[in-house]
């Protein structure tokens, strides 16, 4: 199981400052699964990192992806 490392946590906070969006507002499982995700949990935005070698082509769609649902 591949896990998030504090490299991919802060391209994340680089994207959800810019909203912005509070970093208490963020959960980010620690294992990166699948094609990756996000979605609204209540108050908090669920972001899953998929889980692949190369986390441009999602890193790059999600401001709108989390605009999309905010």
Not at 45 to 52: A, F, N, T, W, Y
Request: hydrophobic share 45%; charged share 25%.
């Amino acid at each position: 199981m591949r896990i998030v490392t504090q490299a991919m946590m802060n391209r994340i906070f680089e994207i959800t400052d810019k909203i912005p969006l509070s970093r208490e507002a963020i959960q980010v499982p620690l294992g990166l699964t699948g094609d990756g995700s996000v979605r609204k949990l209540g108050f908090k935005i669920e972001i899953v990192l998929p889980d692949s070698d190369n986390l441009d082509p999602f890193f790059n769609t999600l401001q709108e992806k989390i605009k999309s649902i905010l």
